[in-house]
């Protein structure tokens, strides 16, 4: 089995692609396939991805680039972005920036010592209307306040020990953190 992409996916990304006039609409399935499997998009996915549905690598890499939720480094078993627009900034989201470093312990960029969070900034979740707002994985939460938050950062936790999920989050959305 490749260690980038299981056989049957490779497989039915091969006969997607062969199927379509344009085979670079399928991209960033490809790539969240990779990374949901691998964890993050290192070179070698973005090759792979290229080969399978016969398009450059540097169209990839475009595509990989662009969207800030596909990782071209290795990230934790979750990644927090955090939102830093405007409805969120003027509801306190500074503020639960700074709380969320705090209780994790790192800066943004930066993975926990246990390989569970990685923490990232970015731009509207279009949860304005709930801000502040963050999203652990594949999952919005707003009107965040420091209980929400260290509740939130439990229940991940307690979600991955009891599913000894130590497989990383799906990433099913799509920069680099
Ligand atoms: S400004 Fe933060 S969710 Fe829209």
Known sequence: MNELLPQNQIDEFRARAAALTHPH???VDALRAVQSHHGWVPDAGVDLVAELLGVLPVEV?????FYDKIFRRPVGKRVIHVCDSICCWAGGGEAIAA??????????AQ???DGIFTLLPTCCLGACGE????????????RLTPE?????????RE???ESKDFHHQD???PKEP
Do not use: N
């Open 25 to 27: 609409e399928v991209i």
């Open 61 to 65: 890499e475009e595509v990989a680039t």
């Open 99 to 108: 709380h969320l470093q705090e209780a994790l312990d790192i800066g943004f």
């Open 111 to 113: 993975t926990t010592a």
């Open 131 to 142: 801000a502040p707002a963050m999203m652990v994985g594949l999952t919005t939460h707003g």
């Open 148 to 156: 929400r938050i260290a509740a939130i950062l439990q229940q991940e």
């Open 159 to 161: 979600a991955l020990t």
């Open 171 to 173: 990433t099913k959305t």
